[in-house]
């Protein structure tokens, strides 16, 4: 059975920090693609981040300089380090892990809420 599981989610000030965590069983880690994905509210999901099993990296425009998306694979786990945060990061942060060009599994997501 597969799962993702989120955490680290959490109210933090602007210009904060927060570091999301997603930890992954059921799959081959290794050989699954892992993204980060955020849905605001009222809007649509949008992709954050994604890391490839080599660790290419990719970011959307808005976080560049400010995110940062690593994975451990001993550990099974994808993590996104959030700096510099702003209200407009403000979302349901979740993870995905994906083989080809669509994600395939899905985390229950962890609210990530910037006050101004």
């Known amino acids: 059975q597969v799962a993702l599981v989120e955490s680290g989610g959490g109210l933090v000030q602007f210009g904060g920090s927060l570091r999301l965590s997603c930890a992954a069983s059921g799959i081959i880690f290794s050989m699954n693609a892992m993204d980060w994905y955020r849905q605001a509210p009222g809007k649509q999901r949008e992709l954050v981040a994604r890391i490839s099993t080599v660790r290419t990296t990719a970011y959307v425009d808005s976080v560049k300089g400010r995110f940062t998306i690593s994975r451990d694979n001993d550990k099974n786990r994808v993590y996104l380090q959030m700096n510099s945060l702003k209200p407009e990061d403000t979302a349901v942060y979740y993870c995905?892990?994906?083989?080809?060009?669509?994600?395939?599994?899905w985390g229950q997501g962890t609210q990530v809420t910037v006050s101004s």
């Open positions: 995905c892990a994906r083989r080809g060009r669509e994600c395939e599994y």
